[in-house]
Nanobody
Framework: QVQLVESGGGLVQAGGSLKLSCAAS????????MAWFRQAPGKEREFLAA????????YYEDSVKGRFTISRDNAKNTVYLQMNMLKPEDTAVYYC??????????????????WGKGTLVTVSS
């Protein structure tokens, strides 16, 4: 089992950047395929980016491709989401999640076994 804690959220102006961190404790995060999701008020949880156990393979939702980068530091048991060129519509609670599925990349809410509690990102116009 793994526990996930997100950090790094906050208030940023449109066009700015933030880097979110997801610290894993318990079982090492390299045992899991990882992903980032977000949920805006009144909307469903949305997939953003996925990362393989090795950290070599990535997959991004079209709306964030070219702006967000997912990465991991297995030595620190941490997964990151670098977010650039932020827009007001990126405002949401951001969650990291871990999957025990054998697939290299997982991107569906139903595929994830563990979730953090989220960190709020607010982008002002």
């Amino acid at each position: 089992q793994v526990q996930l804690v997100e950090s790094g959220g906050g208030l940023v102006q449109a066009g700015g950047s933030l880097k979110l961190s997801c610290a894993a404790s318990g079982r090492t995060s390299s045992s899991y395929a990882m992903a980032w999701f977000r949920q805006a008020p009144g909307k469903e949880r949305e997939f953003l980016a996925a990362l393989s156990r090795s950290g070599i393979m990535t997959y991004y939702e079209d709306s964030v491709k070219g702006r967000f980068t997912i990465s991991r530091d297995n030595a620190k048991n941490t997964v990151y989401l670098q977010m650039n060129m932020l827009k007001p519509e990126d405002t949401a609670v951001y969650y990291c999640a871990a999957s025990e599925r054998r697939a290299a990349l997982v991107r569906y809410v139903s595929d994830m076994n563990y979730w953090g509690k989220g960190t709020l990102v607010t982008v002002s116009s």
